[in-house]
């Protein structure tokens, strides 16, 4: 199915619906959309003739506070939940030049339950975008789908831009397959501190990167539309980062 794009939204309800730093578009066929302004989360819910009446959810949202010094690492999260049809697929898309440091995938499993799988070595890397693929996850009973995806930001990246990113998934209905990119999530690149001023030094000695590593994100993942940075505040992502 060809993507509808965010870029358009009705202006009556586009004021309704920014709440908490983030906004929920439901998108049917004649509704016009708009790009949304950057957030630390989006979500999008659509109901197509393919779904049979029936929505699905794809969110995203920037784990902390949004905010990375270059040389640091940033981590997303991307949710897919619906009404009970299968998942083959799960994207992000990734602002241009941040390379991946981690990815993880969180599904429920036949043996084991609901829980993480680290992808890092199997994610299909292409087009500004980690992809996870598989025979089939299921939405039925409040499944949700999630990629946790930890990218490092370049050296050079120039302090005071905003780089926004996307999402995707197929769902196994027909036309139930969607990319959001841009989607309005976004990042913006700070100053250094002082303790990530001498991290190169470090790192040349051989101490290590301070900046990189991907956190536990083991929050609420049966709210596929919510945000889950108030729940971890900011123990995740860039912790040194955020003592600036």
């Given at each position: 199915?060809s993507?509808?794009s965010?870029?358009r939204v ?5 004021s309704?619906a920014?709440?908490?730093?983030g906004?929920?578009?439901?998108l049917?066929?004649?509704v016009?959309q708009a790009a ?7 979500s999008?819910t ?6 049979f009446?029936t ?8 784990v902390?506070?949004?905010k ?8 997303y999260?991307?949710?897919?939940s619906g009404?009970g ?5 799960i994207r992000d898309f ?8 981690k990815?993880?995938?969180?599904v429920s499993?036949?043996?084991?339950g609901?829980?993480w799988?680290d992808i890092t070595?199997t994610?299909v890397?292409a087009n ?12 039925a009973g409040g ?9 490092k ?6 302090v005071?831009?905003?780089h926004?990113?996307?999402?995707g998934?197929?769902?196994a209905?027909?036309g139930g397959?969607?990319?959001?990119n841009p ?9 250094p501190?002082a303790?990530?001023?001498?991290a190169?030094?470090l790192?040349?000695l ?6 990189s590593g991907s956190?536990q994100?083991?929050g609420s993942l049966?709210d596929p539309?919510g945000s889950?940075?108030n ?14």
């Amino acid at each position: 199915m060809s993507r509808r794009s965010l870029r358009r939204v009705v202006a009556a309800t586009a004021s309704m619906a920014v709440i908490a730093g983030g906004i929920t578009v439901g998108l049917g066929a004649s509704v016009a959309q708009a790009a949304p302004a950057c957030a630390l989360n989006q979500s999008v819910t659509e109901e197509w003739p393919g779904s049979f009446g029936t929505p699905y959810t794809v969110s995203k949202e920037v784990v902390g506070d949004g905010k990375v010094a270059p040389g640091g690492t940033v981590t997303y999260l991307t949710k897919v939940s619906g009404s009970g049809a299968l998942v083959s697929q799960i994207r992000d898309f990734h602002p241009d030049g941040f390379q991946l440091v981690k990815a993880r995938l969180n599904v429920s499993w036949v043996v084991g339950g609901q829980q993480w799988e680290d992808i890092t070595k199997t994610a299909v890397i292409a087009n500004n975008s980690v992809r996870a693929s598989g025979s089939g996850w299921t939405t039925a009973g409040g499944g949700v789908i999630a990629l946790e995806t930890t990218y490092k930001v370049p050296d050079n990246a120039e302090v005071g831009s905003v780089h926004d990113s996307g999402a995707g998934t197929k769902i196994a209905l027909v036309g139930g397959d969607f990319n959001y990119n841009p989607m309005g999530v976004c990042v913006t690149v700070r100053p250094p501190n002082a303790v990530e001023a001498g991290a190169g030094s470090l790192e040349d000695l051989g101490f290590g990167s301070v900046n990189s590593g991907s956190g536990q994100v083991f929050g609420s993942l049966t709210d596929p539309q919510g945000s889950m940075t108030n729940v971890i505040g900011g123990i995740l992502g860039n912790v040194l980062g955020n003592m600036s």
